[in-house]
């Protein structure tokens, strides 16, 4: 009995020490790798109903960088063998956060004053990059402005 409780202790004390292992950059890389994924499904979808030239060339522009993101984060998160697939891992915690994150913005985003701003940058602008340097000055609710911080280079 007492060699079954050592080794219960030893196995408990193993996962503690696990989950000590992950670091705060673990943890945002996590859910900013919810983020890049579901942009860059969302923006996929939108680049199949675009009719306007211009717009197309924002939506490709946004996936191949939500791609770039998720590829560079995935990649971080398997380097410290790190994975969301343990039900109670602070990964996959961190990982639902960003996918709330972007259903709470995708909702959010599309009330008024947020909707006006971002309408006026796609209508006024046609180059790509100056559509996106506009949208990232639009105001945005919090779970937005959560899930923009994603956008910074935060893994050197």
Not at 37 to 44: L, N, P, R, V
Not at 89 to 102: F, H, I, L, T, Y
């Amino acid at each position: 009995m007492r060699i079954l409780s050592f080794g219960l202790l030893l196995l408990a004390s193993s996962f503690a020490a696990a989950a000590d292992k992950v670091s705060d950059l673990d943890l945002r890389a996590a859910y900013c790798l919810a983020i890049a994924a579901a942009q860059e499904a969302k923006h996929q979808e939108e680049l199949g109903r675009a009719a306007e030239s211009g717009a197309r060339d924002t939506l490709m522009l946004a996936v191949r960088l939500a791609r770039e993101r998720k590829a560079k984060l995935a990649s971080y998160l398997a380097g410290k063998g790190l994975s969301p697939a343990d039900d109670d891992s602070p990964v996959k915690a961190a990982q639902e956060r960003g996918s709330q994150d972007v259903e709470a913005c995708d909702r959010d985003i599309k009330l008024a004053p947020y909707k006006t701003c971002s309408d006026d940058c796609m209508a006024r602008l046609r180059a790509a990059d100056q559509r996106l340097i506009c949208l990232a000055a639009c105001p945005s609710p919090e779970a937005c402005q959560r899930a923009r911080k994603c956008l910074e280079n935060f893994l050197r």
